[in-house]
């Protein structure tokens, strides 16, 4: 063989080597490396911390005491002429005009009105008893006084045509020009439907044009230096793997970030507040959630999430205040501007103290553009109290046909990942999965203690809570691991039946605790979650809320953990601090943590596996 036949044969394995090494025949299956001096330059300040709402975008360096906050919207302007304005509402939601939607909201409220009437004060004495026609009366004669006839309010400026306004200059765009208003994340997903803008590219579209505006512009960090900085993601516990799966993309491969942690908000909001075990309880502005926490780990089997929020409490004080002749007659549901003016009378005014009764006199102003800032007087009573009492009697919120409460449901699987739980589960042995699903039922007993509870649900509702709550991961794969195909399919569908009747109920704030606590899987775990109720979020920060839950857990509780447990411990403001703010603060001590440097997902090894 010559010298060249031989170079021409070394050329040919070279080019083979090459093939096999892109078919991945050599390619090793480990994370990819990430070099040494890159490691050791891990920064507190190069670590961006993001904590998505439905209403509030919350984001900050790691470093930083307090997040920068923004209103998650975005406005964009219409691309077409003639194309019709759309915007995505704040206050009203589906469910609101079904024919029983006003039956139900007012025995909603009749159950509020008789809670409040059978408690006596803390003096002993009862309520003065007041009628929404004593207010009605005074607030119909009102008008409002001119305090400076210009607001000093203007409409955001859009002569220069911007593609689009985020934040605050997107809520005060004016209705007249050409734009659309969306809010890319709606209890607590990715805000899909049918209307414009309503895709999952144009979601995703929207939160990469908000997160990099506030990066910019308020952090100010140019987005061609994101490949020096990390980014932690709070995800819902509750939450659409797909939807994760594809802002974790948008973070690492078209925002540019060289890694990310996702972690959950429950869990953050342990580390915020310095806590080791704790149910938490995070009220937001469109959803409820509610999970126990132990040692950093969530249980599964103890999540849910309730489709209602602050918002519904606001819509709720507006039907209250409506109903006393509220005074300020223009307001409306469908304007935004309104709808914030709502929202913080509803802060101003509303409260759980049992011992503030009797009607009272307020004021309020309104200052919007284009008009004069005018002086309302309002006398309200029970108005106050009782709105904030409809989260623990969600039938007041008149929502019919919704569905109000998730679980954890397992995984559907991913058609782009060969190795997910399914393929795990069915890989195993089945003398492993025997024995797994022996264990799994000495670990995770069914959650007893609801039945023959008079005071705990109605008569109705006790059939099924037993059932509907056994729903842990561990019992969900003992139905396939355990059983022929036949009983297999049959004890699914009776789970899934448990479940569509579970998920249709509306459960208060108090019942989703407890149905939460009481599928730990030891008293021990129960016990101290008991101990430990942290509230967190905005939608209850009602002075009062904190002696009202807790009265409310004690009332309800099984009895055989009264004497368990020492004290039923409610906890509003751990470290005095702002309790909307906490599961972002956790993310910075997240970002501190040694431990965290093994759950860094980095850029190459996410675009090379996924």
């Keep these: 063989m010559t010298q060249t036949d031989r170079d021409a044969e070394n050329g040919r394995d070279r080019e083979k080597d090459r093939e096999k090494e892109q078919r991945g025949v050599k390619r090793p299956i480990v994370p990819a490396a990430v070099p040494e001096p890159l490691q050791e330059q891990i920064q507190a300040n ?3 911390v993001i904590h998505p709402g439905s209403k509030t975008l919350r984001m900050g360096r790691a470093t930083d005491t307090l997040p ?3 209103p998650h919207v975005i406005a964009r302007r219409h691309t077409q002429p003639g194309q ?15 024919t029983e939607s006003n039956e139900q909201r007012q025995n909603g409220l009749k159950m509020v009105d008789q809670v409040i009437w059978s408690k006596k004060m803390s003096n002993g004495v009862r309520r003065t008893p007041v009628s929404a026609e004593q207010a009605r009366l005074y607030n119909r004669q009102i008008r409002p006084a001119v305090l400076d006839p210009n607001s000093k309010v203007n409409w955001t400026n859009t002569t220069h045509q911007p593609e689009y306004l985020v934040g ?19 209890r607590g997903h990715l805000n899909i439907h049918s209307g414009p803008g309503g895709s999952l ?5 929207d939160l990469e044009t908000i997160w990099s505006h506030a990066l910019q512009k308020l952090l100010e960090i140019p987005l061609k230096d994101l490949k020096y900085y990390r980014c932690i993601l709070l995800i819902p516990d509750i939450c659409n793997r797909q939807h994760v799966k594809e802002v974790v993309n948008m973070l690492l491969v078209k925002m540019g970030f060289s890694a990310v942690v996702v972690h959950q908000e429950s869990v953050c909001v342990t580390f915020g507040s310095g806590l080791s075990s704790a149910c938490v309880v995070d009220v937001g502005d469109q959803k409820t959630s509610v999970c126990c926490v132990e040692d950093g780990v969530s249980h599964r089997s103890s999540r849910l999430c309730l489709a209602y929020g602050g918002s519904d409490v606001t819509r709720c004080f507006f039907w209250l205040m409506q109903r006393a002749g509220f005074p300020y007659r223009e307001c409306q549901l469908s304007n935004k501007l309104d709808c914030m003016l709502l929202q913080q009378l509803k802060e101003s005014f509303c409260h759980l103290d049992q011992d503030i009764s009797g009607l009272q006199d307020h004021e309020f102003r309104t200052r919007f553009p284009d008009s004069p800032v005018l002086l309302y007087q309002l006398r309200l009573g029970d108005e106050k109290l009782q709105a904030p009492m409809t989260l623990f009697y969600p039938a007041a919120f008149g929502i019919v046909g919704q569905k109000m409460t998730s679980l954890l449901h397992r995984s559907q699987g991913d058609a782009e990942d060969p190795h997910d739980e399914h393929f795990l589960l069915t890989t195993q042995s089945k003398q492993d999965q025997s024995s797994k699903a022996t264990t799994d039922r000495k670990l995770f007993p069914k959650p007893a203690g609801f039945e023959g509870e008079s005071n705990m649900c109605d008569p109705s509702e006790k059939g099924n809570l037993t059932q509907d709550l056994d729903l842990g991961h561990a019992q969900a794969e003992c139905l396939v691991g355990g059983a022929d195909a036949e009983e297999t399919s049959s004890a699914l569908l009776s789970r899934k039946t448990a479940m569509t009747q579970f998920e249709g109920r509306a459960l208060g704030v108090d019942k989703a605790i407890l149905h939460s606590i009481d599928s730990c899987a030891s008293d021990e775990t129960k016990r101290k979650m008991y101990s430990s109720v942290l509230l967190v979020g905005g939608g209850l920060l009602f002075h009062g809320a904190q002696e009202f839950l807790q009265h409310r857990i004690l009332n309800k509780m099984p009895p055989s953990f009264r004497c368990l447990v020492e004290n039923v411990d409610v906890i509003t403001r751990p470290k005095d601090m702002d309790p909307r703010v906490i599961a972002w603060k956790g993310g910075a001590v997240l970002a501190c943590l ?10 190459r090894e996410w675009q090379r596996f996924g």
């Excluded at 019709?84 to 589906?94: F, K, P, V």
């Excluded at 040694?594 to 850029?603: A, G, N, P």
């Design 594 to 603: 040694d431990t965290t440097q093994e759950l860094w997902i980095h850029q």
């Design 68 to 70: 920068i906050t923004v």
């Design 168 to 186: 605050e200059e997107a809520l005060y765009v004016n209705p007249a020009d050409c734009y659309s208003i969306h809010w890319p994340i709606c």
């Design 84 to 98: 019709r304005r759309y915007e995505d509402q704040c206050l009203l939601r589906e469910g609101l005009n079904a």
């Design 46 to 48: 190069f670590i961006v």
């Design 201 to 205: 590219t144009a979601a995703l579209a």
